[in-house]
Every structure is written in structure tokens, then in C-alpha cells.
């Protein structure tokens, strides 16, 4: 029963008389003959939650596909070639002539690989096999590197941006040329706000970079990724905390974003990131980084930097909809929350239903700032009469900050003023890192709309 179990790891009836009846184990490579046409791959152990009518090849290609067992006309086994995922650890060469990056792993898809027990990505590349896999990395810097964390992004937190930010500072306090920090993209813009306010005002380049898709994807773009991020930290001219990913969908060349305007807006597309209300700061490529504005905080040589790990973890961020009830807000006072960043409606609205709740909060020194879920523009409360009421009930406005950097700020403010709640308020109303403008430029807002008459031709001109 031990040696079936290694031999048809995770298949089960009826998938399992089917590999039996033609000799077929895990790790075969075999031709498969089906109702569906033919398919050349080798044959993968199944996760051990997935169903029992798919037999999984790994393609020529590199891409996994299931083959329903019902369709299977025959499998011919051509070889037998174990696959092995896990890339070992290698010293990285020295050159006294290039700069020296600091890299700081915490996991996420671009230190991953498949594990085929459960099916899943999990973080599982240490940051020295990163080099094992991208072995150019040499030819850019001196690179060392530390493990911090091997978590997925959902998993970060307060903790974790204390931790980083401490180990940024310690870096940048060695003498290193840049720092870039792996890490798993779901998250990556909070853990980028967090560091923009921790880590103020950094002599070199802080950069945070991961990949949508895992290293054993033939369309991963983990090694662009972090061949841009090293590049633009050794040797790039911006100091400041930044997220390098694509650009376009293409593999032309990568984005430098701010870390306070920046967020993941697709679930799988490669050029997920994108800048909100303004232009990113920078493009990578060929082993150049072309700022695309001005006013950025250039590289320096000093080892001066400001870190400030703090973070009040009793904060919020409540996304209002339509008939939002007041025991919300009135839930968060009751459990003793300091502050709560609403994602309101048009220019910054809610409802009077939870007006009370404001009031509740108001009076109790719970501190409420106001920010949009339409993402781009500015928050506006003296237009309309609900606006107007809303800041009588003591919200405050927070210009074009996003939701989830207003969220982020709110706990690193009350954490560097716990006992100060005005200096606190103070601190949210100034732009620390770039989290607030005076304006958006003419093409900080650009959203086209696919299938409309204009975006198609314009599209068959540019698209490449």
C-alpha cells in the first residue's frame, strides 16, 4: 500500500485504473491519446484535496493541464523523469567594483515554488536559491541577503513592518547602496505605505518587489521583476520606498511606483500595480532607470535616515455602502478602537443613519478621517450639505489619500503619538511621503473602457 501511494501519489478511482491499465505512474512521461486530441507532458503527483477524475501533465510548454479520465483513449509512456523543484542555495560572487543591496526576504510568489501535496504555491525559496535561480543578478551588485520571513502577504502585519523597517535601517546604517525587499504582492502596497512612513527620508533606494506568477511558471515574471528592482536599487537615482513590478503586459520594461499612491488592481494580470492620482516615479529597462518626474528625493551619500516603528493596532478601515447600520462604528468604540478610516461615497459621503455613531465616536476621542473608494480625486465635504454635517460631526479629510494608506498611516500615527492625540491628528493632515498632492496631473486618471470605438483604434495602433 506504501509503494502505490509513492507511485500514484494523490490519485484515486477512477483516475487510478486508468494509470494502472497502461502502466503509467507519477513522473511518466507519456503521450496521451484522448477524445480531445493528443497531449505530450509528464505525469504530476495530485494535490491531496482535488478530485479524482483528472490526470495532471505538466506540458512541454511548462503549463499544467488536467485530462479527464472519461476522454483518456490510451497513454503511451515515452521516459521517466522525476522532476525537482527546489533550487539550491549558491554562494554569491563578490566584486569590490559594484555596489552592495541588501535583499530581505518575507516570502510570496516571488520566492515560491508548487508544492504538489496540496496543490498550492508556498513560500519555499530562501533568498540565496533566488540567486540560484537568477544567477544575473551577479552582474548588477554585490548582493547579500536575509530571511526575514517566509509567509504569504495575507500574513503581514504590524509586526512584520516593525521588523522591516528596523532591518531597512540597519542596512542603510551599514553602508549598503540599496535595499529590495521580496514579497508577496496581495499585500504589498500596505507593507509599502508602512515603510514609507517608517523608514522617512532613506539615503539610497527602499524597494519592495514580487511576482503575480511563481517561478516555475514559463510566464513567470519573478526574474524580470527582481533583476529591475536590484538594478534600479544599485544603481537607480531615486531614494525613496518604492514597488517595482511590469509595466505593461509585456515584458518591455517595469514600473517604479511610490509607495504611498500604488495598489494591486488585478488579480493575475503580470502589470497588476499601477500609480493612483499621479504618474510612477520611474521606468526600468535594459539596465536603465528614466525617471518619469521631477520631484523625487534623489540618492545621496550620507547614511542618515529617520525610523520611526510604530504602529497602534486598534485602527480600522470601514468601506461604507448604502444603509450602513451604526452598530459598526458603535461595535469599534465599544472595543476601545483609536481611530477609523471611512472609505465614503462621491466626494467623501455616508449616510445619516450612522450619524450618531459619529457623534458616539466624536465624543468618546475615537478619531475619524475620510477618505474615497473611487480612488482617484480628492476628498470634497463643504459641496454638498452631507458632507458639510459630516465634518460638523468631527471627520476629517484626507485629500487624495487612498483608503488603505489612510488605514496605514492612522496606526503608525497613533503609534509615534499614543499619548498625543491632536499631534497624532496633526501628523495624519501632512503629507509625510507623497500620500497626499496638491493635484492630480492631466494624466494621473486614465481608465480605458475596452470595446468603445476610440479605445479600439487606438489600441490596434499602440498595442503591442
Excluded at 507532458?41 to 493541464?65: F, Q
Excluded at 487624495?400 to 509615534?416: D, F, R
Excluded at 501632512?430 to 481608465?447: C, K, N
Aim: with cysteine.
Amino acid at each position: 500500500m506504501s509503494d502505490d501511494k509513492e507511485l500514484y501519489k494523490g490519485y484515486r478511482e477512477p483516475c487510478l485504473a486508468i494509470m494502472k491499465r497502461f502502466g503509467i505512474t507519477v513522473w511518466s512521461e507519456v503521450r496521451a491519446h484522448t477524445s480531445r486530441g493528443q497531449f505530450e507532458g509528464l505525469v504530476l503527483p495530485r494535490s491531496e484535496t482535488s478530485d479524482a477524475d483528472h490526470l495532471v501533465l505538466k506540458l512541454i510548454s511548462g503549463y499544467n493541464m488536467g485530462i479527464r479520465y472519461d476522454t483518456i483513449e490510451s497513454l503511451e509512456k515515452t521516459g521517466y523523469r522525476e522532476a525537482h523543484y527546489k533550487i539550491p542555495e549558491k554562494a554569491f560572487p563578490t566584486d569590490p567594483s559594484k555596489p552592495r543591496v541588501k535583499l530581505l526576504g518575507t516570502g510570496g510568489t516571488i520566492a515560491s515554488r508548487l508544492d504538489y501535496r496540496t496543490g498550492a504555491v508556498i513560500p519555499a525559496f530562501s533568498p540565496g536559491e533566488l540567486y540560484g535561480s537568477v544567477p544575473e543578478l551577479a552582474d548588477i551588485c554585490n548582493l547579500d541577503t536575509d530571511k526575514l520571513f517566509g509567509v504569504f502577504s495575507e500574513n503581514m502585519g504590524p509586526e512584520q513592518y516593525l521588523t522591516l523597517a528596523e532591518n531597512v535601517g540597519a542596512a542603510i546604517a551599514k553602508g549598503y547602496d540599496g535595499v529590495v525587499i521580496g514579497h508577496g504582492t496581495d499585500t504589498m502596497h500596505h507593507t509599502a505605505a508602512a515603510l514609507s512612513f517608517m523608514v522617512q527620508n532613506p539615503p539610497v533606494p527602499v524597494i519592495m518587489v514580487g511576482s503575480q506568477r511563481s517561478s516555475d511558471r514559463p510566464s513567470s515574471d519573478a526574474a524580470q521583476n527582481l533583476l529591475s528592482a536590484t538594478w534600479a536599487a544599485a544603481h537607480g537615482p531615486i531614494a525613496e520606498v518604492m514597488v517595482c513590478m511590469f509595466g505593461p503586459t509585456s515584458d518591455r520594461y517595469n514600473l517604479l511606483h511610490r509607495g504611498t499612491r500604488v495598489r494591486k488592481m488585478h488579480s493575475s494580470y503580470r502589470s497588476t500595480f499601477r500609480t493612483l492620482g499621479d504618474i510612477p516615479l520611474a521606468m526600468v529597462e535594459c539596465g536603465k532607470v528614466e525617471p518619469l518626474k521631477k520631484d523625487y528625493a534623489p540618492r545621496r551619500d550620507d547614511r542618515n535616515v529617520t525610523i520611526q516603528a510604530f504602529f497602534e493596532e486598534r485602527v480600522t478601515l470601514l468601506y461604507y455602502y448604502p444603509n450602513m447600520h451604526p452598530d459598526l462604528l458603535e461595535s469599534m468604540i465599544d472595543l476601545g478602537y483609536k481611530g477609523i478610516i471611512i472609505a465614503g461615497t462621491g466626494l467623501g459621503h455616508v449616510n445619516r443613519k450612522i450619524y450618531p455613531a459619529l457623534e458616539h465616536a466624536k465624543r468618546a476621542g475615537v478619531q475619524v478621517y475620510m477618505t474615497l473608494q473611487t480612488l482617484w480625486g480628492f476628498v470634497q465635504m463643504h459641496v454638498y450639505e452631507t458632507g458639510r454635517e459630516i465634518l460638523e460631526l468631527g471627520v476629517v479629510p484626507l485629500a487624495n489619500m487612498l483608503p488603505e494608506v489612510g488605514y496605514i498611516k492612522l496606526g503608525w500615527a497613533l503609534g509615534v503619538h499614543p499619548n498625543d492625540p491632536e499631534a497624532a491628528k496633526q501628523l495624519m493632515m501632512t503629507s509625510v511621503a507623497g500620500e497626499m498632492t496638491s493635484r492630480e496631473p492631466h494624466d494621473g486618471y486614465l481608465i480605458f473602457q475596452g470595446g468603445i470605438p476610440e479605445v479600439k483604434d487606438f489600441l490596434e495602433r499602440v498595442w503591442q
